[in-house]
């Protein structure tokens, strides 16, 4: 297939040699565990210089869509290198079928990427790794390579284009939104914000000191970025700082006097405990979500404390238990190790009430600062006790101002 011939994907001019090669999943809602209501790209790059280059494949059933894009501008045959920043499946799912179909004269990875690809699949090139601070000539534009082990794998690393100001800045950056836009000028500020936010707490929040690292390394070394194209989502070709501002703040841990409350309720008592919490705290002035299990999704929790400075969590007693969606959510932020938080435990029981302990402890293992002790109700609370609940949400919002 040749440049120029009609196919039925093509690509988007980026720069004057970088072109937008990937794929369009509008489809998928779940990613790791997290919602993806919007669905997600899956973004490769097609240089075009004397060595003809492409940064990144796509998950695997998008690679006919990857090829189609690839010939919208070349052969792809014409293809001479091929580079892997990041051996995810969703990244290089398609990598073995793009080899096979191209047969590039070399495919390069990080040192880490070298292993975890051999150890993914059965490639039929040889991949070449690169290290930290090497450059790859291109003939007429020079690749620089920049390692960002563990974000958010060990293998994790960076393109960055210099003669273009183009860094291809790998699970940095994006957000799981498919879209026609392929740039984030094109979208709505709000959702941008919105999905960056999700990305960054379901994915990268554990990962907030070594994000803080990479800015500083990145600020460092003095590149001059006019566009980040991340892997996932839009490419930012206009303010570009404002994305990285947004992950400065993410990483610091920056908080707004904020409550989160989430929970889950059989007969409308914890309900109604979470409601009167969240009244108390939204007249104490403090920016309240409460968050029903049933409708909330993990990971819209997740995102909603990426900027919180409390958490309080609600279940009743089943089996002897936490209700199974509190369970779920408190496994799953666990993993996210959110920071500096204060928080409660509540909840209503029958006849032994051990939920509201297991929740204590949970919140403990993430070191939450428990305000008070856990607060049980049974059956069901009545004046008295919401109005402790109004309190609780008094006393939390007290300690948010410390």
């Known amino acids: 297939m040749t440049a120029n011939v009609k196919t039925p994907f093509t690509a988007v001019k980026v720069t004057d040699r970088v072109h937008w090669v990937g ?6 809602r779940d990613f790791h565990g997290y919602a993806t209501r919007r669905g997600t790209t899956y973004n490769a790059y097609l240089i075009v210089a004397d060595k003809v280059t492409l940064v990144d494949t796509v ?163 003095n590149l001059a970025i006019d566009v980040v194209a991340p892997s996932h ?65 993990r990971s819209d929790v997740a995102t909603e404390l990426l900027q919180a400075g409390a958490l309080l969590v609600g279940s009743p007693t089943l089996n002897n238990g936490v209700f199974p969606t509190v369970a779920d959510a408190l496994s799953y932020l666990k993993g996210l190790k959110p920071r500096n938080l204060v928080g409660a435990a509540f909840g209503s029981y029958g006849w032994s009430g051990e939920a509201v302990g297991q929740i204590e402890e949970s919140l403990q293992a993430m070191k939450v600062d428990l305000v008070a002790q856990g607060l049980k109700v049974k059956y069901v609370p009545g004046r008295e006790d919401l109005a402790a609940c109004s309190a609780l949400g008094h006393r939390v919002a007290e300690r948010l101002r410390t």
């Open 59 to 221: 998950k695997a059933p998008f690679v006919g869509e990857l090829l189609a894009r690839v010939a919208s501008v070349v052969d792809p045959a014409r293809i001479d290198y091929v580079i892997s920043n990041h051996a995810e499946m969703d990244h290089s799912g398609g990598l073995p079928e793009v080899l096979a179909a191209v047969r590039p004269e070399r495919v390069f990875a990080s040192t880490l990427g070298v292993e975890a690809l051999s150890e993914h699949f059965s490639l039929p090139s040889e991949v070449t790794a690169v290290k930290e601070g090497e450059s790859l000539s291109l003939g007429g534009a020079t690749l620089h390579f920049v390692e960002a082990r563990m974000l958010h794998w060990p293998d994790s690393m960076m393109t960055y284009l210099a003669e273009d100001g183009l860094l291809m800045s790998n699970d940095a950056f994006g957000m799981h939104l498919a879209s026609s836009q392929r740039f984030a000028d094109e979208l709505e500020e709000a959702v941008l914000e919105d999905e960056a936010a999700k990305y960054y707490a379901n994915i990268l929040l554990p990962l907030s000191p070594l994000v803080a690292k990479l800015l500083a390394k990145v600020g460092n070394l």
């Open 23 to 28: 794929a369009i999943d509008w489809g998928v």
């Open 233 to 297: 989502g839009p490419i930012w070709r206009k303010d570009t700082g404002r994305v990285v501002d947004w992950y400065a703040g993410w990483a610091a841990g920056k908080a707004k006097r904020k409550a989160v409350i989430a929970y889950d309720t059989m007969w409308q008592s914890t309900a109604a405990m979470a409601r009167a919490m969240g009244d108390g705290l939204a007249a104490a002035g403090v920016e309240t979500k409460v968050m029903p299990l049933r409708e909330s999704h």
